[in-house]
């Protein structure tokens, strides 16, 4: 049944030219974090669209300064905000505002003493200080946010303030869980999966009922990629027979450890894809294979998402050729330590992050630089600040 | 009303004295994905509890594998799953699958050919290879979960398994946000800092309405921390002058660029920051003060949460001493390029992250190292995979 296993680069293309392009939708602002910004985004008209402060401080003139310093300050009448800025005035103006009329440079608060109405004027501006020009920013038609990004809250917010209320974003492809079989994986259907989903773009249905007939789950309309989770066992392969079943199956096994007995076909024209029902094979499979094709789908860069590390090896790593490997590691003070084989999650949990090995290497000597995917974000933060 | 400014270590202090310790809460397992654990989560038992297939493959004897190759492979009958394995026997079984009465070893599915109930080993095993031994994994009482952990789902399935329905993590502090003044950055309030409140472990409020006198909002029992956003301008400096109605100013005016104009009190006893109404000022603020109080009252690590890539600088960095700065800058294949000074968001929304320069620093030459701090988890992706 499980002939030569496919190698993971092998398996990887087949399912890349399973993927659909992409489509472009509407969403909300409020709705728009974290969601990929399907083309680049444009500034409509110059950025900023007038003069405006820098910093925080006093619209004045220039000229009004020159000599001045803390230990022999000048002096100035205060305005009221937005006041037509006069020889011997300053308007009090927060980063952002547009410049009065009459000013030409913007003093910063800690140039500025006042006392009642009247300001002491501690040190000298330029004409043209701390003002940023209009246009400066950005010229009209530049582009703003580039397509592809998944969007902050912070390009929101500039969308928001440029008058937008929805922005262009891919459509989320959704993903059918479907657990069948036994196997302490099979709980990740509902706990793991939806989660890594989410981080790839993609939108989780509802976890089909693992008591129902599986067959119902698989045909019924709408799902992008279907992931079968369990029924892999070698002896009885439900997720191969279903696939050959209900559509085509059109590999089985994989060079790929944890994760061997991960499998691939179709439903219809849906994309679905073997999850091993082994908690560590399975998210194996699912890093390697189903969150490629997921991130492909959502338009994000389909290479692995987890930010990489270089790290020498604290000891050595060793094991057998032949396979891709998934290695757990932790981070030590002395580089990363591999963690030993574990088919359920204990170690995944320990581990910092994982080190791919490729086929061809059998292990490296201790001291070796090896790129590791953390699984925190903020694995990487420092504690100076 | 503002002489020195405080130093940015200054303030930080006096906010971390504010910081009261987290409180910890029982959290059902479908919800404590992202927060955090409060104590270490030892193994109840040892783990794995039984000993267990390491790999996919067939459980059997390693005597019966003994000269097998691809050239000349030995044969086994097939059984069932879970059958007792005698000489001449193998049961199919999944990583994790307890080893049937028995066996000592597995046979990894590539070393073997089904062909009707016939199999083909294609190479031998060891007697326990494959196998994990009982409590190989780890001993009853280790610990399994470090305390002050960002639960990860990986975490909440791994309690699942161990048959937990909650965890105890840490009560999230409520961030009351409350909008005042004028100013593009007020708009903020409700886009940019609940998402960052989020990031750093806390719960936003729903936004106090803008129209509404403040008073109340500020009064309303059940923060934990209040940020007060815009009206900070000079000459109307509404924050500061609720602060000294309501409760204390504690600061106002900071060596921060951009961010000069913050500060910070108490309502009651609780703390309140005022953030700039500038975008990027009030951006600012919020990572070097708000974000790292509410991280402590979270019982996260309070340092700046965002991964740290050490990149040399494309062009010079200058600027003046005497503020810690916040630059953002790009990331270019000749390194790092600082943008220029910006009061809106166009700059930041254009960065991949920022550089902190110390106040004491005037800038930096072109190719010396920088701590960049990310933007974007995934911002430190390779293509390779």
């Given at each position: 049944m499980m002939?030569?296993?496919?190698t993971l680069a092998e398996a990887q293309a087949r399912l890349d030219s399973l993927a659909r392009p992409p489509v472009a939708e509407a969403v909300p602002l409020a709705a728009a974090v974290g969601r990929v910004l399907a083309a680049n985004l444009h500034a409509p008209g110059p950025l900023p669209p007038a003069d405006r402060a820098l910093v925080d401080g006093w619209a004045l003139r220039a000229d009004d300064t020159v000599g001045a310093s803390a230990y022999s300050?000048?002096?100035?009448?205060a305005l009221a905000v937005g006041a037509a800025v006069l020889p011997g005035t300053a308007a009090p103006l927060s980063a952002g505002d547009p410049l009065p009329p009459g000013a030409d440079a913007?003093?910063?608060?800690?140039?500025?003493?006042e006392a009642g109405g009247m300001l002491e004027l501690l040190g000298p501006v330029a004409p043209g200080q701390h003002v940023e020009r209009a246009g400066q920013d950005c010229a009209a038609g530049s582009v703003l946010i580039p397509g592809g990004r998944r969007l902050r809250s912070m390009d929101t917010a500039l969308a928001a303030a440029m008058g937008l209320d929805r922005l262009q974003a891919?459509?989320?492809?959704?993903?059918r869980l479907v657990p069948i079989g036994r196997g302490g994986g099979v709980d990740l259907a509902g706990r793991l999966y939806p989660d890594l989903i989410t981080r790839d773009g993609g939108v989780a249905d509802p976890v089909a009922?693992?008591?129902a007939d599986p067959r119902q789950a698989l045909t019924?309309?709408?799902?992008?990629l279907i992931l079968l989770v369990g029924g892999t066992s070698p002896g009885a392969p439900r997720g191969a027979v279903l696939l050959r079943e209900l559509g085509r199956l059109d590999w089985h096994g994989l060079a790929l450890d944890p994760g061997e007995a991960a499998g691939?076909?179709?439903?219809?024209?849906?994309?679905?894809?073997l999850l091993p029902g082994g908690p560590a094979a399975g998210w194996s499979a699912y890093e390697m294979l189903a969150g490629r094709l997921i991130r492909r789908l959502a338009g994000l860069p389909?290479?692995?998402?987890?930010?990489?590390?270089?790290v020498p090896l604290a000891v050595k790593l060793v094991g057998e050729v032949g396979a891709t490997r998934l290695v757990p590691v932790r981070l030590s003070p002395q580089g990363a330590v591999p963690l030993p084989p574990c088919p359920g999650l204990a170690q995944l949990v320990r581990a910092d992050g994982f080190v791919l090995v490729p086929p061809h290497v059998e292990g490296w000597p201790a001291g070796t630089e090896v790129a590791v995917r953390l699984f925190d974000c903020f694995g990487t933060r420092d504690a100076d600040h």
């Open positions: 002939h030569r296993p496919l300050p000048l002096f100035a009448q913007v003093l910063p608060l800690h140039l500025v003493q891919t459509r989320q492809p959704r993903i009922d693992r008591a019924a309309p709408g799902a992008d691939a076909g179709l439903v219809g024209d849906t994309p679905a894809i389909p290479g692995l998402p987890h930010p990489v590390m270089p």
